[in-house]
């Protein structure tokens, strides 16, 4: 398992938070995803063979808020 953490900008609220822990959640390889609306920022476990760290800043991306490895 591997861990990182993305800086998100554009996270106002709790229903935010529900979403980019939902579009994570929904990755194959995705393990366990921490969001933190006051420190701005997501920690992500997941399995590297299944997942890639690009895919994972794509999918918040696709969500609609901007993200990048801490």
Do not use: W
Not at 16 to 25: D, M, S
Request: aromatic share 2%; hydrophobic share 40%.
């Amino acid at each position: 398992m591997q861990r990182v953490t993305l800086n998100i900008e554009g996270m106002h609220c709790g229903g935010c938070v529900k979403t980019v822990e939902r579009v994570l959640q929904a990755l194959e390889g995705v393990q366990q995803v921490k969001v933190s609306l006051d420190k701005a920022c997501v920690d992500i476990q997941y399995d590297a063979d299944a997942v890639s760290i690009d895919q994972l800043v794509g999918q918040v991306e696709n969500a609609g808020f901007d993200a990048q490895p801490a």
